[in-house]
């Protein structure tokens, strides 16, 4: 069984059976035909194998989808959205369909901090051998600085992923990552509390997100992902209402990829840190395309959702990919396209 923020336990036991992810042969026709491509990159000062990372919210706390496939060929993953207590989530119905992607109004469900801590990662220490990016949630500073110094010595937290797009209880219910000031804020404040490498994610539902962007850099953050979710709506024609119980919900698929681009295009060029880009990733070439945007690295959302090897297909896709572009090593397309 496979549990994730978004849609909880699902039995993708005919997926399993169909996909044969854990063949050995497909690992070993992979490693053939990519031995002379370099995949990994410098991520923080942190080696990824490959710049695949599946995205907070679709992979759970990792161990889940340990029983599919090996999650040590993943460069790493993004861990479910952690908050300070624990939380039930949104009402249901909170994910609804729509063309090219989906909207979820999960809110944040997870088992808080301090479970995070004591059950999640010790769990994980035991599948997975690398460091992992610790997604962080809050509803006030004083939330994002409590969940990550709790979680500071954990040896296997590579990263502290801190997602500002959580609306500020103290400020009027805004969203944190609408204003440059209000992200600057809560990045400073975790960077007081932590050794680690810090990323700010970013959401997508502003005016300029450059300047978000900078206002992150410049309070401490060494590096920032985006693009979070696309706010949305459905509407159930029969009974005249909005299909998810909280109205409005994150869009997130093939749909957003074009925007994806744009902002990490628009954020690399404004920034010196390294970008991790995120969006409507579905393939090895959306990767590329990521890459040639500017980012370091790219995660990988909705795609876990709709097929839980999804990652790990685009992983063992990259090094023929690259060889088609006649590429070696795939920090040569990182920012490729962007005017120089």
């Not at 954020?267 to 370091?296: F, K």
Request: aromatic fraction near 6%; charged fraction near 15%; charge should be negative.
């Amino acid at each position: 069984m496979v549990t994730s923020e978004l849609g909880g336990a699902a039995d993708f036991a005919t997926v399993a059976a169909s996909g044969e992810a854990g063949d050995s042969a497909a690992a070993a026709a992979c490693t053939a035909a990519g031995a002379a491509i370099n995949t990994a990159v410098d991520l923080c000062g942190i080696r990824l194998d490959n710049p695949v990372i599946p995205a907070s919210g679709t992979f759970g706390y990792g161990y889940e989808f340990a029983e599919l496939f090996d999650i040590n060929e993943l460069g790493t993953f993004s861990f479910k959205g952690t908050t300070a207590e624990p939380r039930f989530g949104n009402p249901t119905p909170r994910i609804a369909e729509c063309p090219a992607g989906m909207l979820n109004s999960v809110g944040l469900q997870n088992p808080g901090a301090q479970a995070v801590k004591d059950i999640e990662l010790p769990r994980l220490k035991q599948v997975f051998f690398k460091p992992v990016m610790a997604n962080v949630s809050g509803f006030s500073v004083d939330d994002y600085v409590y969940t990550v110094s709790l979680l500071e010595d954990e040896a296997q937290i590579g990263w502290f992923e801190i997602n500002i797009s959580c609306p500020n209880v103290h400020g009027g219910g805004m969203s944190f990552g609408t204003s440059a000031a209000a992200a600057a804020e809560v990045i400073a404040a975790v960077r007081k509390v932590t050794k680690k490498p810090v990323l700010a994610k970013l959401s997508p539902n502003v005016t300029d997100v450059a300047e978000i962007a900078r206002a992150c850099e410049a309070a401490g953050a060494d590096g920032i992902s985006l693009i979070n979710t696309l706010l949305g709506m459905r509407i159930d024609l029969k009974r005249r209402r909005p299909v998810l119980a909280n109205t409005t919900g994150g869009l997130s698929g093939p749909a957003v990829l074009p925007v994806a681009l744009r902002m990490v295009y628009q954020v690399s060029q404004a920034v010196r840190v390294p970008v991790v880009g995120m969006g409507g990733i579905s393939s090895a070439r959306d990767v590329l395309e990521m890459m040639m945007c500017g980012a370091t690295a790219v995660e990988v959302g909705a795609a876990n959702l709709v097929d839980p090897f999804a990652s790990l297909k685009i992983v063992r896709a990259l090094p023929d990919a690259l060889a088609e572009l006649g590429v070696n090593d795939i920090n040569d397309i990182i920012g490729a396209a962007l005017q120089r």
